[in-house]
């Protein structure tokens, strides 16, 4: 990971952007010396967004389980008919 200063990134952004576009690594800003924000290039983002979402399913199926809340398979196809029709 690349590390910046926040007056650098005010100077420097658009230098800083293309070298992320090409590096694809992130660049942590730092303001004072302590962490500030980092900088992700928009794919790996949208890579690490949906990457979430599928860990977020998995750990609510794993909760229905725990707690009961599953369905057989004809129930959920019954369900999905009666939610279906209309």
């Known amino acids: 990971m690349k590390v910046e200063l926040v007056t650098t990134l005010?100077?420097?952004a658009t230098t800083i952007l293309a070298d992320?576009?090409?590096s694809k690594k992130p660049v942590l800003i730092t303001e004072h010396g302590n962490p500030a924000t980092d900088l992700v290039d928009i794919?790996?983002?949208?890579f690490t967004q949906q990457q979430f979402k599928i860990l977020e399913g998995i750990a609510?199926?794993?909760s229905a389980i725990v707690?009961?809340?599953?369905?057989?398979?004809?129930?959920?196809?019954?369900?999905?008919?009666?939610w279906l029709a209309f």
């Open 60 to 62: 609510r199926g794993d």
């Open 20 to 22: 992320l576009n090409v």
């Open 67 to 82: 707690e009961h809340r599953v369905l057989s398979q004809q129930q959920a196809k019954e369900k999905m008919n009666r």
């Open 43 to 46: 794919e790996d983002d949208e």
């Open 10 to 12: 005010k100077r420097q």
